[in-house]
């Protein structure tokens, strides 16, 4: 019997394969289940077009054997086989694909769903074993075959005896090495969890024969005369696979109980999520989905440990745990599975390539998020209150990267504090009670909501009858930035030097002030000798003496951002800033008078104004022994 080899390209594609393409060696019982699958596929199609093949639906089924002592693990099935001819050209050229051959050659057809290439798939048994057997019998035909290899070195085939049709891929696993523990597949859970873990929603039942164990009566009596009982174990033949993943399953037949359960019990959360979003698209592409929005962030969610993504299945197996390219970074809390036919993948199965429909599932999930999100915040404002609590965070975010490009799916997803209403508000909502003559929308960034009322510049919007949002957040003011407007409403920072709030009386009262004041006003900034940008005369304040703005594109909020970021090019980026004082205030009186007096006490009420406008501004005073100092020369 000769050695057959493989042609030059499938010995190398080989040698790849098992040593490069698969991230995990585990997989390789999740390939050769969805070949005993395809095979079953196809025998079953055959069962319902042809009348006088009497196979019953609830007769297929999928062994998995462990042999401890022979070391090798088999997967067989009761599926349509092969013959020599099939099985040379099916195993003898790797990624030619029997299925895909079948698959085209039919038209479509109920219950038919054949996953991948079947060669391909077929090698991934050489990442855990030496040598691969496998034994088939094509149904209707009386020879069986039985095909070997060890690997790149080639292949043989010969006749053998095999009792029904099917195949059995006998693999005898390697032996350990100081790189990897290949034994641990000769166990049965290992498997057993494998098989839950990849292809749990395969549809046809996949058995094992498992050790259970149970309190039996021996027939003896215990000495109160009751029976005498010990533990006693035993070989059962056990489906592990639950066949029918509740995604699949018809909406009237899962209650919303039921997706919670599975929630809480796939992704291992003990809070029922708020939401659960179930797609079932068809056209040209076909897919179901399951979607969860939890109630908590996880503890690492802002963490880089965090890992996003979806859950993604072809026809009930699992391709991808953690499928990134599902979903955009501003959803990524969002849980739950895809199951789609209809995606490319490589030769893999691990590494699916960005194509069309892909890009199409992708789209078509952000707006079903979008929508469910909207109608939480409608439908039950405390909920969605909580959600945006933890995840608004992340939904900022994602306005903010690049460049406000997710702006219009996201904006009116994002609350703020509402200076008014002491509550968090949607900009839609602000710009709905928005006053009569009112064009702009007005925010305040300080450390809190409290800090933010406390800010001298408040008092002139607030006074207008004007709310403000408060921006507490680190992302808030990038966040609204990035924005620029909402539905052609700018958005303005009451920090900035003019808030143009002013009649006309009192800007014609103010131009003259700050004419008749325009030598002291130079005094005051030539005193601080460069720790301003500028010195004016406000046109916002009140009743506060001073206040410290900005102006320019970096804010006071801005500057500490970057000042927190170790190692950022931005790090040292300041505001420009911008001492006001109140024209109509007696400290402006005082220090007036002290000019025309005193220089010296001038200078340094000057300097002490300055650092009273830090302080109100949350921003530190460089010197203050010297600010004490000036403080008690006014005693």
Known sequence: MAKKQFKAESKQLLDLMINSIYTHREIFLREIISNASDAIDKLHYKSITESDIPVAREDFRIDVKVDKEAGTVTVS???????KEEMDANLGVIAHSGSLDFKKGIEEGKDVDIIGQFGVGFYSSFLVSDKVTVISKKYGEDQAWQWTSEGVDGYTIKECEKDSYGTDVIMHIREDDENETFSKYLDDYTLEDLIKKYSDYVRWPIHMNLE?????????KNEDGTPKKEWKEHIEDTVVNS??????????????????????????????????IRVNAEGSVSYKAMLFIPKVAPYNFYSR?????????????MI?????????????????????????????????????????????????????LERILREDRETYEAFHKNFGPQLKYGIVEDWGARADLLKDLIMFHSMEKDKPITLAEYVADMKEGQDKIYFASAESVARAKQLPQAEQVRDKGYDIICLTEELDEFTLRTLRNYNEKEFCDINSNDLDLNTEEEKKEAEAKEEESKELIDFVKESLNGKVDNVILSRKLKTHAVCLSSEGDVSFEMEKYFANIPGSPEQGV??????????????????????????????????????QALLMAGMPVEDMLGYSENVFKLF
């Open 77 to 83: 099935d009761n599926g349509i086989g092969m013959n």
């Open 212 to 220: 259970k164990g149970a309190m039996e009566e021996t027939g003896e």
């Open 243 to 276: 066949m029918v993943p509740i995604w699949q399953r018809d909406k009237s037949s899962v209650t919303d109980d039921d997706c919670k359960a599975f929630y809480k019990e796939k992704f291992h959360d003990y809070e029922d999520p708020i939401s659960v």
């Open 305 to 317: 440990e965090f890992e996003p993504g979806l859950q993604l299945y072809s026809s009930g197996v």
């Open 320 to 372: 991808m745990d953690k499928c990134k390219d599902l979903l955009p970074d501003c959803f990524r809390f969002v849980k739950g599975v895809v199951d789609s036919p209809d995606l490319s993948l490589n030769i893999s199965r691990e590494m699916l390539q960005h194509d069309r429909q892909l890009s199409m599932i992708r789209s078509n999930l952000e707006k079903k998020i979008k929508n469910d």
């Open 574 to 611: 300041k505001a420009k800033r911008v001492l006001e004082i109140n024209p109509n205030h007696p400290a402006f009186d005082a220090l007036k008078k002290a000019f025309g007096e005193d220089k010296e006490k001038a200078a340094s009420m000057a300097s002490i104004m300055l650092d």
